[in-house]
């Protein structure tokens, strides 16, 4: 065995195991150096492009936000300004209905006193005529004796103190009068 003692301790010195050979340092850097001009070449330029593509996008997309967020403002305030032009027209639409309404009640009550009064004159007429109708066919068939006879009975029943009222003396006044000339 101690033949091979300096056979290990001959190889050791020839041979560093923590240096590297010459060769392999040698296409270590070759490698080294094709890869960074493949990555300076190709990788970081297509690298910068999709980095300054996001930032645009991003950009943009701020810009396209901060137009759509003024359009919505801009919006919103036309939507506020119609919002309050209806409630006006609205408001003088109710005030017009409101005066209108009003006038057709006037006029309702209007036409109806007025129809009223003219009910009421025609039922005056048409009572004043029977009246002066059944009167003159009383004259006719009573005659004037007959007449004074009804008047006394009437007014003794209308009266137990031998005085007449003046719903009986008006009577009596209108059964005594000459018939009116027609």
């Not at 119609?82 to 009550?109: C, D, K, M, N, V």
Request: proline share 5%; charged share 20%.
């Amino acid at each position: 065995m101690p033949m091979h003692a300096p056979s290990i301790l001959a190889q050791t010195t020839q041979h560093n195991p923590l240096i590297p050979k010459t060769f392999d340092i040698v296409w270590s850097v070759v490698c080294v150096v094709v890869i960074t001009v493949l990555f300076w070449k190709y990788v970081l330029p297509r690298f910068h492009t999709v980095l300054a593509q996001r930032t645009e996008k991003i950009e943009g997309g701020i810009e396209r936000a901060e137009q759509i967020q003024a359009d919505a403002q801009e919006a919103l305030a036309r939507y506020t300004a119609g919002l309050s032009q209806a409630r006006g027209e609205a408001a003088r639409i109710r005030a017009q209905a409101r005066a209108r309404g009003e006038q057709i009640l006037a006029e309702a009550r209007s036409t109806a006193e007025q129809e009223r009064d003219r009910i009421i004159a025609a039922g005056t007429s048409h009572l004043q005529a029977q009246r002066a109708q059944i009167l003159a066919e009383l004259r006719a068939e009573l005659g004037t004796v007959s007449i004074d006879v009804a008047g006394r009975v009437l007014g003794e029943s209308l009266s137990a103190d031998g005085t007449h009222s003046a719903t009986v003396e008006g009577f009596l006044a209108e059964l005594t009068a000459p018939p009116p000339t027609p």
